[in-house]
């Protein structure tokens, strides 16, 4: 069976940090690869999509990047950290249009 | 552009009674429609979905049916347990899409009371 893993769970930052969230699926092979976010007390809002290996789809500009090196590794990243950044970030999988998530990771930017 | 409205929260129930969470959408062809559900502190899980019309998606006691005349999604389950309190999250795919680009709802938080 499939499962998709990321980390790290919680994590707390400065403004003006480097972020980078990690992410693997396993029991796969290419699958689609998504990064969502879910601001406090807000619904999700997809970030970026990749359906392959160095493919990614930015969805709305902001001061985050995805990067998919292998298959079924998804990362995101950013150079220096906001406050507007903080949030619940998920990552997920998907054959068609059906996606799965992670577990999420809780970002705290001070 | 496509949107989906969830009836505002929060819900307070008691334990076996009945829930209906209503969920609307606006979206261009035929969507596909989802119900995931957010314990505390977790990520999301599917709980169910339809892909055309008058399909009824159902998992664990809950069922939702798509109905294209109304462009709604109601989440129903006959008798709630406490275990059922969580976040309900009502969501569409873009019809003729292959991937996840899914639009969420703002989320139903549930409290079910002993």
């Known amino acids: 069976s499939q499962t998709i893993h990321q980390w790290p769970a919680t994590l707390v930052q400065p403004v003006g940090s480097p972020l980078s969230l990690e992410c693997t699926v396993e029991g796969t092979s290419n699958p689609n690869l998504y990064w969502y976010r879910q601001a406090a007390g807000r619904g999700l809002q997809l970030l970026f999509y990749?359906?392959?290996?160095?493919?990614i789809s930015s969805e709305v500009p902001q001061n985050l990047s995805a990067s998919r090196p292998q298959d079924r590794q998804f990362i995101l990243s950013s150079k220096k950290l906001l406050l507007s950044d903080s949030g619940f970030y998920l990552c997920?999988?998907?054959?068609?249009?059906?996606?799965?998530f992670g577990e999420g990771s809780w970002l705290t930017v001070v | 552009g496509d949107s989906v409205t969830q009836m505002e929260g929060p819900v307070t129930l008691s334990e076996e009674a009945f829930l209906t969470i209503n969920c609307t959408y606006t979206a261009t062809g035929y969507p596909s429609l989802f119900w995931y559900v957010q314990y505390p502190g977790e990520g999301l899980q599917l709980l169910l979905k339809a892909t055309k019309a008058d399909d009824k998606g159902s998992n664990k006691g809950f069922e939702a049916t798509y109905r294209k005349e109304t462009t709604s999604f109601h989440l129903e389950k006959g008798s709630v347990q406490v275990s059922d309190s969580a976040v309900y999250f009502c969501?569409?795919?873009?019809?003729?899409?292959?991937?996840?680009?899914?639009?969420f709802g703002q989320g139903t938080i549930l409290t079910v009371h002993p």
């Open positions: 997920a999988w998907g054959p068609g249009n059906t996606i799965y």
């Open positions: 969501a569409l795919s873009p019809g003729g899409t292959s991937y996840g680009k899914l639009t």
């Open positions: 990749s359906v392959g290996i160095g493919q």
